[in-house]
């Protein structure tokens, strides 16, 4: 379903009241996924590479360091304007 899919149903079938609480449920829901149970832990990393392979986007890091220190998210274009 597609953005606009979705704004079209939600604005025929519920109050903006009911969407909003929607949101915020989803909102939570999503974060509450985060918390994993001890051992079955997942580093942060992770998430937000999966995250950005969702979203198209690519991630920056320095490739000769042991630890990374940061790293830059974002699509070709803003690397591109970094010079990344």
Not at 21 to 26: A, G, T
Not at 70 to 74: A, E
């Given at each position: 379903?597609k953005?606009?899919?979705?704004y079209?149903?939600?604005?025929?079938?519920?109050?903006p009241?009911?969407?909003l609480?929607?949101?915020?449920?989803?909102s939570?829901?999503?974060?509450?996924?985060?918390?994993?149970d001890?051992?079955?832990?997942?580093?942060?990393?992770?998430?937000?590479?999966?995250?950005?392979?969702?979203?198209?986007?690519?991630?920056?890091?320095?490739k000769?360091?042991?630890?990374i220190e940061?790293?830059?998210?974002?699509t070709?274009?803003?690397?591109?304007?970094?010079?990344?």
């Open positions: 379903m953005a606009k899919e979705l079209n149903y939600i604005t025929e079938k519920m109050t009241e009911e969407a609480m929607k949101f915020l449920e989803s939570l829901l999503t974060y509450e996924k985060l918390k994993f001890k051992g079955k832990e997942i580093h942060p990393l992770m998430i937000i590479s999966m995250a950005a392979m969702d979203l198209g986007w690519m991630i920056a890091f320095e000769d360091k042991k630890d940061g790293l830059i998210v974002g070709k274009e803003y690397m591109r304007r970094r010079k990344l």
